[in-house]
């Protein structure tokens, strides 16, 4: 959510033509989650990571289920604000004995969600220049780039729409209602005989990754267990990244066979169908199921996912906190009240940071700065700068529920701002002259590592839970929309403010949002390390 804070294809492809030939801006394709895309042994390589960094998650997130019973409930003391009507007891969700429950199934079905997320994105990169030539646009770089951006449009339309779904039908339920467009869209693209259908194609499967961008990191934090649930959450991650994987690897005989294309954007369909049917066997919310009332399903949900040894106490702790009241549910107005606005504004300010912090800047130029430093290849620099991605994201995912989301939003922000400043000294101070080349890629691979290890996947798992129940689909909604069409903007103006400033001068404008980041982060981010959902709502009610 990334997603990060989240991995895209720049939709600004069109608008970047007056530059560079539509093929070059398209593999080198800037990312949100600071992925390049290239081809040959670099998959072979991050694949690799990825799977290791993957594997050790998931063991220590089923050996974190079965050690519940370690870690003893805190309390927190908090008063309701005047005119919030939130007072409520706050009672965590932890609870001793050994759980005969799981949730790892259940996630790993949700992952699916993110997956598609990263394949759609990802899939356009390598089939573009074939698709083009197949429909007959290869010499059209404005409608290649409505191909390309008509995926971040529907995505932005997703994502706000992912919130009002999840809160009217349930997680589950949207999860079903998701696989809708991202199959449809799926099967359009790989069917298309005209540049309209190819169109609306890539608008619904964007429509379906924006829907997913919300609900996946919402379900995951929602049933995982405290102790474990930055662990998870940070999951969703990492099968973005897989996913962007999937669809590269899956470009690879393109070469030999032209008409591919169609099976890459085709084969999207069978995780679709999977991820419906997946959720039609996966338990839905139980906070969401107490919400509306309905105790006997949440009773059926919280037997599933912790076992029925946890279901008294688990309701009752659930009722108890607030979550089963009477209060009707929040609309998009409510959002701007002042009771809940300063904790929405943090979450959109967040993914505002994360996009304004220049990633795409740094992966965008990071081809041209390897080869001041004499790496020609574009496959090194790629796994280069991929390779630190993936590492930065496996030590977060560690340390999440150890140093805590805070502490590595400061230490992320802090590293690109550092970063940001060694680039734009090496493109200026002529003290420097001599080692510019390796200076510039030693602040790409310190900027990208420190993106990955805080602002590229925290914002995401940070925002389900720091909103209270009542607002937090719509308010997760509402914050990834903000994503998404920063994204778009700064796709769309970045190159001409390059072109009128240099990107020295825009490298340091970048450093200096990244001190910004950190001040405000210092200032208005909770720490949520080790507090239960219900914990962490009552002490943001309470200014805490």
């Known amino acids: 959510m990334q997603s990060s804070t989240y991995a895209a294809v720049k939709g600004n492809a069109a608008f970047a033509f007056q530059r560079r030939s539509f093929s070059n801006l398209v593999s080198r394709s800037a990312t949100t989650t600071g992925i390049r895309f290239s081809t040959g042994s670099y998959f072979a390589q991050l694949h690799s990571s990825a799977s290791k960094a993957m594997g050790a998650k998931l063991a220590r997130a089923e050996n974190g289920i079965h050690s519940l019973s370690?870690?003893?409930?805190?309390?927190?003391?908090?008063?309701?604000?005047?005119?919030?009507?939130?007072e409520e007891e706050a009672i965590p969700l932890r609870s001793e004995g050994k759980s005969s429950g799981t949730v790892l199934p259940f996630v790993g079905v949700a992952c699916l969600g993110a997956i598609l997320f990263g394949y759609h994105l990802g899939v356009v990169n390598g089939a573009l220049e074939y698709l083009a030539k197949d429909l007959g646009i290869a010499d059209n770089a404005v409608l290649q780039g409505w191909i390309v951006s008509a995926l971040l449009a529907g995505a932005t339309v997703g994502s706000f729409t992912g919130g009002a779904l999840a809160d009217k039908f349930g997680r589950t339920r949207t999860f079903q209602l998701d696989a809708i467009p991202l199959a449809i869209g799926a099967f359009l693209c790989a069917t298309a005989q005209s540049v309209q259908t190819m169109i609306v194609g890539r608008l619904l499967a964007?429509?379906?990754?924006?829907i997913s961008s919300a609900i996946v990191p919402l379900y995951i934090s929602e049933i995982s267990p405290t102790e474990i649930r930055g662990a998870l959450g940070s999951v969703n991650q990492l099968f973005i990244c897989i996913g962007i994987l999937a669809a590269l690897i899956a470009g690879l005989p393109l070469a030999a066979n032209p008409l591919w294309w169609r099976t890459m954007f085709g084969v999207a369909v069978i995780p679709s169908v999977l991820l419906a049917i997946g959720m039609g066997f996966s338990p839905?919310?139980?906070?969401?199921l107490v919400q509306q009332g309905k105790l006997t399903q949440a009773e059926k949900a919280i037997k599933t996912l912790y076992g029925k040894e946890k279901v008294v106490e688990l309701v009752r702790d659930l009722s108890n906190s607030g979550q089963g009241t009477s209060e009707p549910e929040a609309g998009w107005f409510d959002l701007f009240s002042s009771r809940y606005w300063k904790v929405v504004s943090v979450g959109a300010a967040l993914f505002l940071f994360q996009q304004l912090a220049g990633i795409n800047a740094v992966v965008y130029y990071s081809t041209s700065v390897f080869?001041?430093?004499?790496?020609?290849?574009?496959v090194a620099a790629s796994a280069l700068v991929g390779a630190s991605n993936v590492f930065g994201t496996a030590v977060a995912s560690s340390l999440m529920d150890k140093m805590g989301r805070k502490s590595l939003l400061l230490t992320s922000f802090g590293g690109m701002a550092l970063s940001m400043l060694l680039l734009s000294l090496s493109f200026t101070w002529k003290a420097l002259a001599a080692y510019s080349g390796p200076l510039a890629v030693v602040g790409t691979v310190l900027y990208v590592l420190s993106f990955s290890l805080g602002a590229g996947p925290v914002p995401a798992l940070l925002l389900p839970e720091i909103f209270a129940s009542r607002i937090r689909a719509k308010a997760v909604a509402l914050s990834l929309g903000m994503h998404w069409i920063s994204?778009?903007?700064?796709?769309?103006y970045f190159l001409s403010v390059v072109t009128k400033f240099g990107i020295s001068s825009v490298y340091l404008g970048f450093a200096g949002v990244c001190v910004l980041a950190v001040m405000y982060i210092a200032g208005n981010v909770?720490?949520?390390?080790?507090?239960?959902?219900?914990?962490i709502e009552l002490a943001l009610t309470s200014g805490a």
Not at 206 to 210: A, D, Q, R
Not at 487 to 492: A, E, K, M, R, Y
Not at 526 to 535: I, M, Q
């Open 371 to 378: 080869r001041s430093a004499g790496i020609q290849s574009d």
């Open 206 to 210: 964007g429509v379906g990754i924006g």
């Open 284 to 288: 839905e919310s139980p906070r969401w």
């Open 487 to 492: 994204n778009f903007v700064i796709g769309l």
């Open 526 to 535: 909770v720490e949520t390390k080790g507090r239960s959902l219900e914990e």
């Open 70 to 86: 370690s870690v003893k409930a805190r309390s927190v003391r908090a008063q309701a604000s005047s005119g919030g009507g939130d």
